[in-house]
């Protein structure tokens, strides 16, 4: 049994981006990467809304503040590098009312401090951007862009591979034994060793975690994300990305309108809890939910966001209230103008006190680096992060192979 550098547990955007990074940093360096699916990026990389996102939202000096703004940058160059298909189009992001203006303006703040270009728009070059969009005022971000992430996913793969990469899909991880000389990991049918491990295992990065005794102080809890299409004879609603303001007490974006690159306008998503970790179709699983109604910290954050969490489900529920909130947005659109569309899955840390982690969650372990939150805007950011976690692997393994 030969003995890897560096295993990677998870095949979604951010394992792969960390894969590619040690192949350029370490080029030496024997990498292992496991995938449980049948296909890379099969959760969160392949189920989102495909949006390069421009970094305006976040805390400013937040790992997400700083990740996005360069993975922005560094995402658009690797897509020019490797002929990915993508389009930096802009977006608005629209308060519909007069009183919605206060946080627009503090949007506009935290977006200067990024260091993200944008400009305030009036309703008037609001209708010039996007002619059917309703609002008092806005904000345009011209860096935001459009991308098919299991592209940058597959790309990630191919580099990987023609480095010094050992890929394996259908291998999900069962048990992680800590040794003296490293560590073993038990797959279904066959074992592998490894000297460190990085776990990018997403929805079920707290379980990885767990197997090698790792106390993370929190926990994944999945929010299922909904998503419609406009029907072809409404795709002309829409030129590029259409925003409301986000309700800054929760790290959800809020329903949009998003253009694909092949024209098609995708709606959405909501964020309603579900008790699967993978509850794409079915929301329950007994082992998920009775994990998840046996903590503290769910019980908490229940009791202080039962009301919005209400209005998401309601939503969810009713077509017609969510269309009603997308026509603050967009009044030409009706019920029969949106068509179910796919089901996302948002691996969400929830704190042991109750609190929606808020930025990128990075811990280390025993011969160990654990992500441990990694939502929106990963994909984005995922170069960085990458960099980020070859950077921390290399203080925490210094004598990772390195170029002659």
């Not at 099969?42 to 805390?59: A, D, F, L, P, V």
Request: aromatic share 8%; net charge positive; with cysteine.
């Amino acid at each position: 049994m030969s003995l890897y550098d560096v295993a990677i547990v998870g095949g979604g955007i951010i394992g792969l981006s960390v894969g590619w990074a040690i192949t350029q940093r370490h080029p030496r360096a024997k990498i292992l990467l496991l995938e449980k699916e049948s296909r890379w990026g099969r959760h969160q990389t392949g189920s989102n809304s495909g949006e390069i996102h421009s970094g305006i939202y976040y805390e400013p000096g937040s790992l997400k503040a700083a990740y996005c703004r360069n993975g922005n940058a560094a995402l658009v160059k690797f897509c020019r590098a490797y002929g990915i298909a993508h389009d930096v189009c802009g977006k608005v992001v629209v308060a519909t009312d007069r009183k919605e203006l206060p946080q627009l303006e503090e949007l506009y703040r935290r977006a200067t401090r990024n260091g993200v270009e944008v400009k305030k728009i009036g309703s008037e070059e609001l209708r010039t951007l996007e002619p059917h969009c309703a609002g008092v005022a806005g904000l345009h971000v011209p860096s935001t862009g459009i991308v098919n992430y299991r592209h940058v996913a597959d790309k990630f793969a191919e580099l990987i591979q023609k480095g010094n990469g050992d890929l394996q899909l259908g291998a999900e991880v069962k048990q992680i034994q800590v040794l003296p000389f490293g560590l073993q990991i038990e797959c279904a049918s066959i074992s592998y060793q490894s000297r460190f491990l990085i776990n990018c295992a997403g929805l079920h990065c707290d379980r990885i975690a767990k197997l090698m005794g790792v106390r993370t102080g929190m926990r994944i809890v999945p929010i299922k994300g909904e998503y419609y299409h406009l029907t072809p004879a409404k795709w002309h609603l829409v030129k590029t990305l259409i925003y409301g303001l986000p309700n800054p007490r929760y790290p959800f974006l809020g329903a949009h309108f998003n253009r694909l690159l092949n024209g098609e306008v995708r709606v959405g998503p909501n964020a309603v809890l579900t008790f699967k970790r993978e509850g794409y179709c079915r929301n329950f699983d007994l082992h998920d939910s009775a994990e998840l109604f046996g903590s503290r910290a769910f019980w908490r954050f229940a009791a202080c966001n039962w009301v919005e969490g209400g209005k998401e489900l309601l939503r969810s529920i009713s077509k017609r209230l969510f269309v009603g909130h997308l026509q603050k947005l967009v009044p030409d659109i009706s019920i029969q103008d949106l068509v179910a569309g796919y089901t996302g899955v948002r691996a969400q840390a929830l704190m042991d006190d109750g609190r929606l982690m808020d930025d990128f969650l990075l811990l280390r372990g025993p011969r160990s680096i654990h992500v441990c939150n990694a939502p929106s805007p990963a994909a984005t950011a995922s170069i960085p992060i990458g960099h980020a976690i070859v950077d921390r692997l290399g203080e925490q393994a210094c004598d990772l192979p390195r170029t002659p």
